[in-house]
């Protein structure tokens, strides 16, 4: 296990009992709030008034960020966010940008009244700036916060708060990106809080010295003043409030808009079965020239109107794939506010209350100092997200009423691509540098009653965009051939994942080579699983056409529409590497879409006939893997249909270890486990045919276990894992005896161990 260097104890935030804090302030910093009596006293026309008020305190923040902002990381995708939080950091309203950033700006206002309050002190007119994962705010350094104490009377009454993801702060790779790092030195430096505004003031030595260490220095200040601004409109904004309803009334409204969004939460827990689940997930290289896996595993419990998501026995911090506890809590909340607490107001403050981590430090989503985190929101605590999104989803899929609330995993991973160079187009060649921002629009999971989104976005950011591309093209020396959406990228199911999408760009304007980072994962080992027998999304893959033919192709008035036409040599990318793209070349990304629900031989054939039409699905996928015939005109042939799916489930029965006959139950009184399992009494059926899969006694599921070649999963997962990692991968699938229809479809290593007790032990813990 990693070892954390002597020291770095001081630069590590946790949650603190709120009246721990308290008691730890200072006298010289006095702090407003209120009685519960004051709280409770507040009527429910006033609460939803101010309740209202302070949400659109953030929204005029995220407003006032993007029209400062020069950079198309918060102009174009939305990726930053905003908060309101009490007197003692708690998260009382956030926006609704990226979502994983709430698990983080609440830890940094802790450590920042824990080690600033006395020392430089607290004071009315102060601004902090802080991009260290260790202490919060962000989840990488290249999240950089600007947050600030709001004074009313002379007593700290609140914090806002605005994060944005900035394009370059230093260190050895191009956007802060070092994929060969193996620990924080090679990466951006992390620099905990410090007062970049003070009495109103923005200090021009803090901001020097932020700027100085960019390859991008005027739009790293310009996204700080942006900040410094957006905290200005948030506190002018705050103030109005507090002017017309009163510094108590406020204050009790906050306190209860908390209060209320953890009884909401603990009572939709409360109404669900106790159990446990598990989920198990992997990182396919920690870094440039790595090929190994490195697994984050949860289990999840719910008791009672409580929730413990243990991550023991996730593998040890390695390379970059790491994060810190901020990233683990951040993951935690990119899952929790969409599926647990979609249609409660996200005060995260109370929110958070409802579940502990438990993790061993040191490890991929726990990681101590000096360990790389460059990858760190991106990698494991995207996949962290999407374990805890599994374990969730499994649970409402028990409730036919939450059903809405349940999704397989979306796209799965953020494909990174930084590009930089010299860009010749004006009179003065001048540097530029950016991340492609196109992998926004990943194809969303699917759900029980509903095909996931095709190109929908991405889970963590609510209110995503994907950029334009002829405002890239604008900004950038590059020309893009195409951006679409990707047929067979969303995974088979009953319902279909959602498409995801391909891009490709040469070098336009510029007689340089443009250097090109790379950072992703989900190539070796699918990150966007199906539900309940669906099959996982496709996985991405990078290439670049050397030698290719497009300048001649352009020339000609033709324009290249695939990775075969532009010709050249496709060098296949790694996971992790630096690069580049010479003029004439050409670099294409093909990102990730989500994954199915249900078994995809459960699928209206008619759904799926649609899906060719719309070249959403091929021909070819619909017959292998929805079993669904197709002809020319885009219509079903029913009988061919029928016999191409009794064909494929004997396919499954021939290639299985089913032997003699198995007892039924009567399904009347069956409660639902899933889209394929029920429960009836102690006993597990197959809702489909009644057969008895198992009992919460035993403990264990009677399932046909397959294991076979990658390439059964479906054209939409590429068979190269051999290309980034050494351990062998493999197609697994758990079949119902009895009709043979998928109960489990993923693509994992041979050593991965399944959770096939996963619905006998929630009927144990309900049983006890």
């Known amino acids: 296990m990693a070892m954390a260097v002597p020291g770095s104890e001081r630069f590590s935030s946790r949650p603190i009992d709120p009246d721990t804090l308290a008691a730890q302030l200072p006298a010289s910093l006095p702090v407003h709030t209120v009685t519960q009596e004051q709280i409770d006293a507040v009527d429910p026309l006033t609460y939803e008034v101010i309740r209202h008020r302070l949400w659109s305190v953030t929204d005029e923040m995220g407003e006032a960020l993007k029209r400062m902002s020069g950079s198309p990381i918060v102009t174009d995708a939305n990726d930053f966010d905003f908060a309101v939080s009490d007197e003692l950091g708690q998260e009382v309203q956030v926006g609704l940008y990226n979502t994983m950033l709430v698990g983080a700006v609440d830890l940094a206002i802790y450590w920042t009244l824990q080690h600033r309050a006395t020392n430089p002190g607290i004071a009315e007119g102060d601004m902090f700036l802080t991009n260290d994962p260790w202490v919060g705010g962000g989840l990488h350094q290249n999240d950089a916060m600007v947050y600030q104490p709001v004074f009313w009377e002379g007593k700290l009454f609140g914090w806002t708060s605005a994060i944005a993801h900035q394009p370059d702060l230093g260190g050895v790779g191009l956007g802060s990106f070092s994929p060969g790092a193996q620990d924080v030195f090679s990466e951006s430096l992390p620099t905990p809080p410090i007062k970049v505004v003070r009495d109103g003031l923005l200090q ?6 932020w700027v100085r260490r960019s390859r991008v220095p005027m739009m790293i200040g310009l996204d700080l003043r942006a900040k410094v601004g957006a ?41 669900l079965p106790d159990g446990r689940w598990h989920a198990t997930g992997y990182q396919d290289q920690s870094h440039e020239g790595d090929r190994g ?148 629009a990943g194809g969303y999971g699917a759900q029980p009653q509903a095909d996931g989104m095709d190109t929908g976005g991405l889970f963590c950011i609510p209110l995503g965009r994907v950029p334009d591309v002829e405002m890239t093209e604008f900004l950038y020396p590059v020309l893009a051939l195409w951006r679409r959406e990707e047929p067979d990228s969303g995974g088979p199911g009953r319902q279909r994942g959602g498409v995801g999408a391909s891009l490709a ?61 532009v010709g050249g040599t496709a060098e296949l990318q790694p996971c992790y590497g630096e690069t580049y793209v010479a003029p004439g070349e050409v670099f294409t990304m093909f990102w990730q879409g989500g994954g199915g629900y249900g078994d995809p031989l459960v699928r209206e054939p008619e ?146 161990v399944d959770d096939v007790t996963r619905t006998s032990r929630v009927l144990a813990d309900a049983r006890s």
């Not at 510094?247 to 827990?269: F, H, I, N, Q």
């Not at 991405?540 to 324009?559: D, F, M, N, P, W």
């Not at 079903?636 to 270890?657: C, I, P």
């Open 204 to 209: 021009d030595d803090v901001a020097d010295v």
């Open 505 to 565: 760009i040469t070098p336009h304007g510029t007689s340089f080579p443009i250097g090109l980072v790379l950072a992703s994962n989900g190539k070796a080992v699918s990150q966007n699983n199906g539900l309940a027998g669906g099959y996982p999304g496709n996985t991405g893959v990078e290439y670049i056409a050397r030698g290719s033919e497009v300048t001649q192709q352009l020339g000609a008035g033709r324009l290249p529409t695939d990775l075969a036409d």
């Open 231 to 271: 905290n200005t409109v948030g506190r002018d904004r705050l103030l109005a409030v507090i002017e017309q309803y009163g510094a108590d009334t406020v204050k009790a409204v906050m306190k209860r808009m908390m209060s209320d969004a953890e009884s909401r939460l603990r009572g939709k827990l409360k109404a």
């Open 293 to 440: 896996l490195h697994k984050i595993t949860v289990e999840m419990t719910k008791a009672d109107d409580h929730i413990t998501f243990d991550f023991t026995g996730t593998d040890p911090q390695s390379g970059v794939v790491n994060c810190t506890y901020a990233g683990m809590r951040g993951g935690v909340m990119l899952a929790l506010l969409p599926i647990l607490a979609g249609d409660i107001p996200w005060s995260a403050g109370g929110l958070m209350r409802c579940f502990d981590l438990v993790s061993e430090e040191g490890t991929i989503n726990n990681a101590s100092f000096p360990a790389a985190v460059g990858r760190g929101p991106i990698g494991p605590a995207w996949l962290t997200g999407n374990l805890v999104a599994e374990c969730l989803s499994q649970m409402l899929d028990q409730a036919p009423d939450l059903a809405a609330h349940v999704q397989s995993s979306c796209c799965g991973t953020w494909d990174t691509a930084v590009i930089a160079g010299l860009d010749q187009r004006g009179a003065v060649p001048t540097p530029f540098l950016s991340i492609m921002m196109d992998p926004m």
């Open 607 to 752: 759904d799926v006939a649609r899906d060719v039409r719309e070249e959403k699905v091929t021909a070819a996928t619909a017959l292998t893997a929805y079993g669904v015939v197709v002809d020319d005109a885009g219509t079903v042939d029913a009988q061919a249909t029928n016999s191409r799916r009794q064909e494929l489930r004997e396919a499954r029965r021939a290639r299985g270890s089913a032997e003699g006959t198995r007892d039924t139950v009567d399904l009347t009184d069956a409660r639902r486990l899933d889209d394929n399992l029920v429960a009836v009494g102690e006993q597990v059926a197959c809702r489909h045919c009644a057969t008895v899969l198992g009992s919460g006694a035993v403990g264990e599921l009677d399932l046909v276990r397959y294991e076979g070649p990658v390439s059964d999963a479906g054209p939409q997962v590429v068979d190269n894992a051999g290309e980034y990692v050494d351990g062998a991968v493999q197609f697994r699938q758990y079949c119902c005896p009895g009709c043979f229809t998928a109960v489990s479809t993923a693509v994992v290593p041979v050593d991965h």
